[in-house]
């Protein structure tokens, strides 16, 4: 039981947070994209939040691309498409704009005057798809490179062209889609503007589940496959491997000749959920109350999953060295760590070397420091915060 003067604590807490999204921004959508063919799922138009910089960052633009997992099939896609991931009709009208998009320098201090944007996320392949063909029964459309670059024109006539600096970022399918999208992104760009690009919680390992079946890289297969994603991967991967195994970071991030910074938990809880131990592997529930916590995980669990962090900080260094490329792999049990202002940039955040993600990626993106670093093995962390998930936090997948 709390006592009051935890209750109080969680009070002011709560209410220090309110105020740091207290930023809310109007949608717009690329209605012109439709003639395009350049759609959510359901044919309605891509959509985007955009506040405005102001003095010195009235040139500098960061791009946030919105995750939400992927649809590998025609029924989950059907399902997908009747919410805001598949549709913007469903898409909240005001978006809270906090962390990373905080307009408030004490909240995001060196982004916070930025033109800062959140591209909504409503064509399941981490706008990689594009499938000419509609079928009838259906009205699934799968044009996520479309809706990609139907938004980045907008923007770029909407200011972005003038770009001094700028920034693609991403969480989860988003954090994919930023590694995917980095040097085409860069492209679009003038030579003059300073380009980089962050993936959050995009990390995706390729590695077996607890069952020793390949769960997610059939899974990837079907997404590409579904979506016609393989013409819209990166080709210094493609040209080597199959279209599958290039949606997995690991065997494109090495090729990426923009600037990138990896931001990820080495207990990624939503890989832990789904790519390790998913349904399929797990069909009686016996990791089930370890996904909800790590806390309430069996000795033999945590071997499995220190075990992941291996393989998956293997996967990491096995990128190279590179004196351009940030890192800041921390040990909490979490998912996305730009887009909550506790785990950006709290009084209490995650630290790794006395350093907060914001200012190791603030250090970065304007090349007062290169941070590279990865934390000790779970528990060691005491600034962690892991998340706690309830039964009806369903996963993706």
Not at 135 to 162: C, D, I, S
Request: charged content about 15%; some cysteine; glycine content about 6%.
């Amino acid at each position: 039981m709390f006592n009051f003067k935890q209750w109080l604590v969680l009070v002011v807490c709560s209410l220090a947070i309110l105020k740091a999204e207290g930023l809310f921004v109007n949608i717009t959508f690329v209605r012109n994209a439709v003639a395009r063919g350049a759609v959510c799922l359901d044919g309605s138009p891509p959509a985007y939040h955009l506040h405005r910089g102001s003095g010195t960052g009235i040139n500098s633009w960061l791009i946030q691309l919105e995750g939400g997992g992927w649809c590998n099939n025609v029924t989950n896609c059907l399902s997908r498409m009747h919410t805001r991931l598949g549709s913007s009709k469903k898409m909240v009208e005001n978006l809270a704009f906090s962390a990373i998009l905080s307009n408030k320098k004490q909240y995001n201090p060196d982004f916070y005057n930025w033109n800062r944007v959140k591209v909504r996320y409503c064509d399941g392949s981490s706008f990689t798809g594009d499938v000419q063909a509609v079928n009838p029964a259906t009205n699934l459309h799968f044009r996520g490179a479309r809706v990609w670059l139907a938004v980045m024109q907008e923007l770029l006539a909407k200011g972005m062209r003038n770009a001094e600096n700028a920034v693609l970022s991403g969480c989860s399918a988003g954090g994919l889609a930023s590694l995917m999208h980095c040097d085409s992104f860069r492209a679009l760009l003038p030579m003059g503007t300073k380009v980089k690009c962050l993936s959050d919680a995009g990390f995706f390992l390729n590695t077996r589940d607890v069952a020793g079946a390949q769960y997610i890289k059939t899974y990837f297969k079907d997404v590409v496959t579904l979506h016609g994603s393989a013409k819209n991967l990166p080709r210094s991967c493609t040209s080597r491997l199959t279209p599958a195994m290039c949606f997995f970071p690991q065997y494109v991030a090495r090729q990426i000749r923009t600037p990138v910074f990896i931001l990820n938990a080495a207990y990624d809880s939503w890989q832990i959920k789904n790519i390790l131990a998913p349904r399929a592997a797990d069909p009686y529930g016996k990791w089930q109350s370890c996904q909800l916590d790590i806390k309430n995980c069996q000795p033999n669990q945590l071997k499995v999953m220190q075990d992941f962090r291996l393989e998956f900080l293997s996967a990491v260094i096995g990128l190279g060295r590179s004196s351009s490329r940030g890192m800041f792999i921390d040990s909490c049990y979490t998912h996305c760590q730009t887009e909550t202002q506790t785990s950006w940039f709290w009084q209490d955040s995650p630290i790794l070397n006395r350093t907060t993600i914001a200012k190791a990626v603030g250090d970065w993106v304007y090349d007062r420091k290169l941070f590279q670093r990865i934390d000790c093995p779970y528990p060691c962390n005491p600034t962690c915060h892991h998340r706690v998930f309830t039964p009806q936090d369903a996963p993706l997948i």
